[in-house]
């Protein structure tokens, strides 16, 4: 998705009332849909922690109209071919028990039904995903620090049983596991959540910078190690400036 798109919780609802209308006007027949909002657009309708997302993904349900009044939005508004895409079924965090575990959202024009994945399975999610690169560590800070800001806290224990009904004994990436681990010890959200987010901006610009120095290289599998390499690097230079 384009770096340039950001949306909005009150853009994605008029996103979906916009496409809710069109599809309702495409498919004569008195039909139903439903959508399903993952990961960034899933924290956009739930929380407050962040005021955009250049995520759009979800899981949709309907008659193929629905491909057309998502392109008539796209048109409309001017966004990126996937601003509405399903492209995360592609990624490890996907599995069809996310659709059982959804939670109502609102129903647009009467025949598309937008859920979303919130509280202890979108941590679960982001923990299963666990990109340096993305917000998905922040991420499972903001929803637990919202969680406790709200008086419902999610305890570990949460976590740990919602992974497991997700995902059953695959493990879950140290760099999640680490970051649960810190965050649920300290209870210091607020530092925790900040500090996580420098780290996940300074893992964005290694990617970038190697990407550039090295082009068509970096492949899904290679990511955590080339921002491990580079930040090793790092510490051992800062090391020798330090003792000289």
């Keep these: 998705m384009s770096a340039e798109f950001s949306l909005t919780k009150e853009r994605l609802d008029e996103y979906l009332a916009l496409l809710a209308k069109q599809f309702s006007k495409l498919y004569k027949k008195k039909a139903e849909a439903e959508i399903i909002l993952i990961g960034g657009a899933s924290v956009l309708a739930n929380y407050d922690f962040r005021d955009a997302s250049t995520d759009a993904d979800a899981l949709i349900y309907a008659d193929?109209?629905?491909?057309?009044?998502?392109?008539?939005?796209?048109?409309k508004f001017g966004l990126p071919d996937d601003w509405l895409n399903e492209d995360f079924k592609k990624t490890k965090s996907y599995t069809e028990k996310l659709r059982g575990v959804s939670v109502p959202y609102r129903t647009f024009s009467s025949v598309v039904h937008v859920r979303t994945v919130a509280d202890k399975y979108l941590v679960a999610m982001k923990a299963m995903?666990?990109?340096?690169?993305?917000?998905?560590?922040?991420?499972?800070v903001g929803i637990l620090w919202e969680h406790e800001k709200n008086g419902k806290p999610i305890d570990r224990?949460?976590?740990?049983?919602?992974?497991?009904?997700?995902?059953?004994?695959?493990?879950?990436?140290?760099?999640?596991?680490?970051?649960?681990?810190?965050?649920?010890?300290?209870?210091?959200?607020?530092r925790i959540?900040?500090?996580?987010?420098?780290?996940?901006?300074e893992a964005k610009e290694i990617l970038v910078s190697f990407e550039q120095e090295s082009p068509n290289v970096l492949t899904g599998d290679k990511l955590d190690s080339v921002i491990e390499q580079v930040r090793l690097r790092k510490m051992q230079n800062d090391r020798k400036i330090g003792d000289s």
């Design 64 to 75: 193929a109209s629905m491909k057309e009044a998502i392109n008539f939005v796209r048109d």
């Design 193 to 201: 959540y900040i500090e996580t987010r420098e780290k996940e901006k």
């Design 129 to 140: 995903s666990g990109r340096q690169y993305k917000f998905d560590l922040s991420d499972i």
């Design 157 to 190: 224990g949460d976590v740990d049983k919602a992974f497991i009904e997700l995902y059953g004994q695959q493990n879950m990436p140290d760099v999640s596991r680490q970051v649960l681990d810190v965050v649920f010890r300290s209870k210091d959200y607020e």
